[in-house]
């Protein structure tokens, strides 16, 4: 079972729409959570972080998190053509490196 | 505030060659990662670095590949007789002293290792 597990798309959605993109993570003691997000060819940049149960909003981003289920997600609103990437989750281990998924290619459809 | 630098940007290598690649992380940082990316794939850990210390090699390949974060200078990744498959691009990320278990990890831009 891999540590940090995300479908690899590629997912597409129309101009406006909301995106979603999912998590799971392997490790139950991770204690913090990152999506970051990666154009062809550039390196990661960072999005959003969580590290409660629920949701955390910033702009068109809502990171969302379930301990108990393990899981978390990113919603993107109002999609944008420019958001079209690769979107990394990342877990941190309780010994402090981070492991990531494999990525979920998003890309939005003018 | 210069972000995380690495160097080069683009290496080339033969078969058998050395391979060295630099990242001074950001200033205030003394947490330092090395990651190895292949094409249409995820980043993957290789090792966890601070000052003089290695934390968890634990992602590293037994032969061949190894790092150093020394006192002074950049972190080192090395990678002795390099084969075709060590092709990627290597990413270095940085994290301040702090809170270790919520502190955001910055990249670099990645060198493009390529191998002949």
């Known amino acids: 079972q891999k540590e940090v597990e995300q479908n690899s798309g590629p997912l597409s959605v129309p101009e406006g729409a909301i995106a979603s993109l999912n998590c799971t993570y392997s490790?139950?003691?991770?204690?913090?959570f990152f999506w970051y997000r990666q154009y062809s060819g550039k390196s990661p940049e960072l999005i959003m972080f969580?590290?409660?149960?629920g949701d955390k909003e910033d702009g068109r981003f809502t990171a969302q998190l379930n301990k108990a289920s393990q899981y978390v997600s990113l919603l993107i609103r109002d999609s944008q053509p420019s958001d079209s990437a690769t979107y990394l989750c990342?877990?941190?281990?309780?010994?402090?490196?981070?492991?990531f998924g494999a990525g979920t290619r998003l890309t939005v459809k003018p | 505030n210069a972000g995380v630098m690495q160097n080069p940007r683009h290496l080339v290598r033969r078969r058998g060659q050395e391979a060295r690649l630099r990242c001074s992380p950001m200033?205030?940082?003394?947490?330092v990662y090395w990651y190895r990316q292949l094409p249409e794939e995820g980043l993957k850990f290789m090792v966890y670095?601070?000052?003089?210390?290695?934390?968890?090699e634990s992602g590293m390949p037994k032969e061949r590949f190894s790092a150093e974060f020394p006192k002074e200078g950049p972190s080192i990744l090395r990678i002795q007789q390099v084969v075709r498959g060590d092709s990627a691009a290597y990413f270095c990320?940085?994290?301040?002293?702090?809170?270790?278990?919520?502190?955001?990890?910055?990249f670099g831009a990645g060198t493009r290792l390529s191998v002949l």
């Open positions: 990320a940085s994290s301040p002293l702090g809170l270790v278990a919520k502190n955001i990890q910055y």
């Open positions: 490790d139950r003691g991770s204690q913090s």
């Open positions: 969580i590290y409660s149960n």
């Open positions: 990342a877990v941190r281990s309780p010994n402090n490196d981070m492991r």
């Open positions: 200033k205030g940082h003394s947490h």
């Open positions: 670095l601070q000052k003089e210390n290695i934390i968890d």
